[in-house]
C-alpha cells in the first residue's frame, strides 16, 4: 500500500526566512509525485509534477525536488501570501494505485511579515 | 477557460438520508475522480470515473456511488448518511495520464 508521511506538521517563518518542507514516500513504482497548495476551505492548487530521481522544478518562490524515498518543497525568501497548507501526493505504477493519488496530511506554514 | 466546478457549495443533512453532488470537469479533461478530506487530513480517494465507467475504487463502502455522463461531468452519490460522513467532497478531473486539478469541494455537514 502506497504511504506519504510529510514532515513538518506546521511550520512558522519570517518573512524572507528561508525552509524545506518535506515529503517521504513508499510506493511500489512510481508514476508520479505531485505538490499541490491549499487555501482554508478551498480546493487544492496544482503546483508541480514529478516523475524521477534527480529531476527539480520550479514556481517563483518554490523549488520541488525528488530522490527515490522523498521530495523537498523548498521556499525561498518566503511571503505572508505563501501561508497554506502544502500537500505531497504519490501515483504509483501497481494496477491497485496506478489512478489515484495517496495524500499525506499536508504541512501547515505560516508566514509572518 | 473555467476550471473544475462543483456545486453545491455547502451543504447540511441529517443521519439517514441521501445527498448527490455535482462535478464539471475542466475543459478538455475526460477523466474525474472523487475524494473526501476530513478536518487536519489529506484528501482520501474514493473513485475515479473515465468513459461512463468506474475505473478504480478507494475504500470506501457501497453507499458511495457515482456517475459520469458523455459530456464527462459526474456525480457522486452517498446513501444512509452517517455524522462520519461530514466532509469536503473534492472533485478533480485530468486528461488520461495529467495531473488531477481540483475544484473548490462541497462542504457537506451530517447532524
Known amino acids: 500500500e502506497d504511504q506519504v508521511t510529510q514532515s513538518p506538521e506546521a511550520l512558522r517563518l519570517q518573512e524572507g526566512e528561508s525552509s524545506s518542507l518535506n515529503c517521504s514516500y513508499t510506493?511500489?513504482?512510481?508514476?508520479?509525485l505531485f505538490w499541490y497548495r491549499q487555501d482554508p476551505g478551498k480546493g487544492p492548487e496544482f503546483l508541480f509534477t514529478?516523475?524521477?530521481a534527480g529531476e527539480e522544478k520550479e514556481k517563483e518562490r518554490l523549488k520541488a525536488t525528488l530522490t527515490k524515498k522523498e521530495s523537498f518543497l523548498h521556499i525561498t525568501a518566503p511571503k505572508p501570501e505563501d501561508s497554506a497548507t502544502y500537500l505531497c501526493?504519490?501515483?504509483?505504477?501497481?494496477?491497485?494505485?496506478?489512478?489515484?493519488?495517496?495524500f499525506g496530511k499536508g504541512t501547515l506554514l505560516t508566514v509572518n511579515p | 477557460d473555467a476550471g473544475v466546478t462543483q456545486s453545491p457549495t455547502h451543504l447540511i443533512k441529517t443521519r439517514g438520508q441521501q445527498v448527490t453532488l455535482r462535478c464539471s470537469p475542466k475543459?478538455?479533461?475526460?477523466?474525474v475522480s472523487w475524494y473526501q478530506q476530513a478536518l487536519g487530513q489529506g484528501p482520501q480517494f474514493i473513485f475515479q470515473?473515465?468513459?461512463?465507467?468506474?475505473?478504480q475504487r478507494g475504500n470506501f463502502p457501497d453507499r458511495f456511488s457515482g456517475h459520469q455522463f458523455p459530456n464527462y461531468s459526474s456525480e457522486l452519490n452517498v446513501n444512509a448518511l452517517l455524522l462520519g460522513d461530514s466532509a469536503l467532497y473534492l472533485c478533480?478531473?485530468?486528461?488520461?495520464?495529467?495531473?488531477?486539478?481540483f475544484g473548490p469541494g462541497t462542504r457537506l455537514t451530517v447532524l
Open positions: 478533480a478531473s485530468s486528461l488520461t495520464g495529467g495531473a488531477p486539478f
Open positions: 510506493v511500489s513504482g512510481l508514476r508520479g
Open positions: 514529478l516523475y524521477s
Open positions: 501526493a504519490v501515483q504509483g505504477l501497481s494496477g491497485g494505485s496506478n489512478y489515484k493519488l495517496t
Open positions: 475543459s478538455g479533461h475526460d477523466t
Open positions: 470515473y473515465y468513459e461512463e465507467e468506474e475505473r
